[in-house]
């Protein structure tokens, strides 16, 4: 298991950028492919992007293709989502999580460990 602490959420106006940072504990996380998640008022988790465990290889939902960037430094135990011109659409908690499946994966029920979430808002 991993323990993961989103950061790097905020409030910030439409076409501002926000970088996410999720910090994981334990050996798993640079044997693990890892994605992130959000989820709006009312509505279900979404897939957001997801990145194999070396980082060579990365997958995007259509909304954040060309704006997101995931990226991680299995080092430091760190995974990272930079969101460039976002809109109020994308207003939502983020969670990052480690996926439990060996194939990148964008199925919510695919992946184990969640963090709590880090708020964005973006306003109009």
């Known amino acids: 298991q991993v323990r993961l602490v989103e950061s790097g959420g905020g409030l910030v106006q439409a076409g501002g950028s926000l970088r996410l940072s999720c910090a994981a504990s334990?050996?798993?996380?640079?044997?693990?492919?890892m994605g992130w998640f959000r989820q709006a008022p009312g509505k279900g988790r979404e897939f957001v992007a997801a990145i194999t465990w070396s980082g060579g290889s990365t997958h995007y939902a259509d909304s954040a293709k060309g704006r997101f960037t995931i990226s991680r430094d299995n080092a430091k135990n760190i995974l990272y989502l930079q969101m460039n011109d976002l809109q109020p659409e994308d207003t939502a908690v983020y969670y990052c999580?480690?996926?439990?499946?060996?194939?990148?994966?964008?199925?919510?029920?695919?992946?184990?460990?969640w963090g709590q979430g880090t708020q964005v808002t973006v306003s109009s």
């Open positions: 999580a480690r996926s439990g499946v060996v194939v990148l994966t964008t199925s919510v029920d695919e992946y184990e460990d």
């Open positions: 334990g050996r798993a996380f640079s044997r693990s492919d």
